[in-house]
């Protein structure tokens, strides 16, 4: 039985929850998460200790006890990425596999600042979107016939802070991290991007509340396809992230994480000045 360490800003949040029996199962049993600790309680729901106990994990005292005891890492917080680089610190000085949950971190320096603790100690680090692994998507990402979207159009629902990585992420894994402008084209109540890529290649991202994840594709050749995410994408992503722990090796390439945060960082900024096209760094 190799032991994963739970690290979250606070423990009784959904990623928690449900990803212990996933990646038991994923690994037919051959993992477990066994350690967790929690910065702080709960603003609503269990307090830390009230959320191991029902769980059957074992609430440590510090980050440094679930690093030391652990044969894996996962720093959690999902919906707290700004407390990432606090989180995270000790688990990227490990030198064993850590997976950092969405958002990997708040802006461009610090998903830099991040990797570049993880690579000078020899971390293997891993972090992606679930949707990233939608099988709609991936039927996509796998073709093999030479055309090449020229468009792309995606949707979906959520608010931008903790959702907007759900589209962004498919998108840069589709149409590559060297996206160069983004313009806010939306409103208030739904967040709206247009990404230019060097070549001209468009992508749009649209947030409306109650829709599903869906791609249209244009292509160069003229023919278009539309995609939704309807298949669970989660079991596939639960099956990579074991898939990493055993190896060591992150099937999501470093640029393409920097390049959705840093899409995410342009993203707000261009919301404040709607319509007007801010330049994205090399």
């Known amino acids: ?37 929690g910065l702080t ?53 490990s030198g064993k596999p850590t997976f950092v949950d969405k958002t990997f971190a708040p802006d461009r320096a610090a998903a830099v600042r991040l990797f570049d603790l993880a690579r000078a100690h020899g971390t293997p680090v891993f972090s992606s979107s679930a949707l990233r692994y939608a099988p709609e998507y991936a039927a996509e990402l796998e073709r093999s016939d030479g055309r090449r979207i020229e468009t792309l159009c995606s949707q979906g629902p959520g608010l931008f802070g903790n959702y907007a990585i759900h589209q962004l992420e498919p998108i840069v894994a589709l149409m590559g991290a060297d996206a160069r402008r983004i313009m806010f084209i939306g409103s208030d109540r739904t967040p709206a991007l247009l990404i230019e890529y060097p070549d001209g290649r468009k992508a749009t991202m649209h947030m409306l509340q109650d829709s599903p994840f869906h791609i249209a594709f244009q292509y160069g050749e003229g023919s278009s396809a539309l995609a939704t995410a309807e298949a669970d994408f989660f079991a596939p992503f639960v099956r990579d992230l ?41």
């Open 1 to 37: 039985m190799r032991t994963i360490g739970f690290i979250d800003f606070y423990l009784d949040e959904w990623h928690a929850r449900h990803l212990p029996e996933w990646i038991e199962k994923a690994s037919d049993g051959e993992m477990k998460v066994a350690y967790a600790y």
């Open 41 to 93: 309680d709960a603003p609503q729901g269990l307090g830390n200790a009230q959320w191991c106990e029902e769980m059957g994990i074992e609430l440590l005292d510090s980050i440094e006890a679930v690093v030391e005891r652990s044969d894996y890492i996962a720093v959690l917080s999902p919906d707290h990425p700004e407390m990432h680089e606090r989180l995270a610190d000790l688990p990227l000085r």
């Open 242 to 282: 074991v898939r990493f722990y055993r190896t060591g090796v992150s099937s999501v390439d470093t640029a393409e994480t920097v390049a959705v945060i840093q899409l995410i960082e342009y993203g707000r900024q261009a919301a404040e000045r709607p319509f007007e096209w801010l330049e994205l760094p090399e």
